[in-house]
Structure formats: C-alpha cells, structure tokens
C-alpha cells in the first residue's frame, strides 16, 4: 500500500510538476493544517495546477485572447452593458409615462414594456458595437504584428465607431470614429491606471 502511495505521488509530480501545482486539502478548514499530514496517500489526486493548462505548448506563449475569445467576450459584455443601461432608461420613461387612474397592474405592465424594449433594443446595439471592435481589434493586432495595447485599441475604437455609423455619411462616420477612440483610450487609461495604483 506504501509502494502504491508513493507511486502517486511520483505520477502526480511528473505529470503537473513541482513549480506549476499545490496541495489541497478539503480538510484544513475543519480539522486544521495539522490534518494535511494524514492526506499524503491522496496528494497526487488533490495536486492542483496554480497556472492555466493549455493543450498545446503554443497556446501557452500567447498572453492575449484570439479572435473567437474577443469576438465572445465584447459581444457578451457589450449585450449586457447597453441591456442593463436600456433597462433603466427604460424604467425611467415608464415612470414618467404613467396616467391618471392607472391601476397599480397596468403600471407595472406599462414599467415591464418600456423596460424590456429599451433593454433589447439598446442591447443589440451595444452588441454589435463589440462585436464590431471585437474584429477591429485583433484585426489591427495581426496588422501590426504587435499587442500594443494603448494603440491596438484606440485604433480599433476608431475604425468601429467609423463602421458602425459609415451608412450615415462621411463626416458623421468621422466624428462616430473619433468619439470611438476616444471612448476607448479613457477605458484603456482607467484600466492602465488601476493596474499600477490601485490593488485589484
């Protein structure tokens, strides 16, 4: 039984190696970090990985989402994002939309509506936005051939917001492209500013 033991350990230490995992013990809470020593027969099955795996070693040297990952998680938070703003915008106009001798009924339903269409419908919207810079951005990223972040995203803000609004003429096209870039230049400080100064 030792011999099995110990030879799962070993498996365990080859296959995630020292450096890149850590013991678990579903008991320390429970009976403190003295239980960890009775646990030793089990390490190789609780021996978690501390870094994100990947199944190719390439995968594992890119430090950035691709194209389907971005195009997910844009289009996702974007959908999101203007649902929710919708949805209170929506809320707001129910509210001031109500009547004399409404009954309490009617006015949640008059609520729900405006809600539930100013959210879909801003929504869609937003989604597209992201789906939009979603392409932009990693197009911009294999054009350049380098994951400048500042400059990758500013450029990609300006040519989503010239694409989102090119049906409406030129010149609107131009100012949608400048207010893209500079909506997501200020997102990019924030986010560089709260990554060296603040502790998230």
Excluded: W
Aim: proline share 2%.
């Amino acid at each position: 039984m030792k011999d099995e033991n110990q030879q799962g350990s070993q498996i365990g230490s080859s296959v995630f190696g020292e450096d890149t995992a850590r013991l678990y013990n579903p008991y320390a809470d429970l009976y403190g970090a003295a239980a960890a020593g009775d646990l030793r027969s089990l390490e190789s099955v609780y021996r978690l990985p501390t870094k994100p795996e990947h199944l190719f070693p390439d995968e594992a040297a890119v430090e950035r989402r691709n194209l389907s990952e971005n195009l997910t998680y844009y289009t996702g938070c974007g959908y999101l994002a203007g649902a929710a703003f919708g949805g209170v915008r929506g809320f707001g106009e129910g509210l001031r939309s109500r009547e004399e001798g409404d009954t309490p009924k009617i006015r949640v339903n008059r609520l729900l509506n405006a809600s539930g269409h100013r959210g879909r419908t801003t929504g869609n919207k937003f989604g597209i936005l992201g789906l939009l810079y979603a392409g932009m951005e990693s197009g911009t990223y294999y054009l350049r051939g380098t994951d400048d972040d500042i400059g990758n995203n500013i450029m990609a803000g300006l040519a989503t917001g010239a694409a989102y609004k090119a049906a409406a003429g030129v010149r609107t096209a131009a100012i949608a492209g400048a207010l893209g870039g500079i909506a997501v230049g200020g997102l990019v400080g924030v986010k560089q500013f709260s990554r060296r100064y603040l502790a998230f």
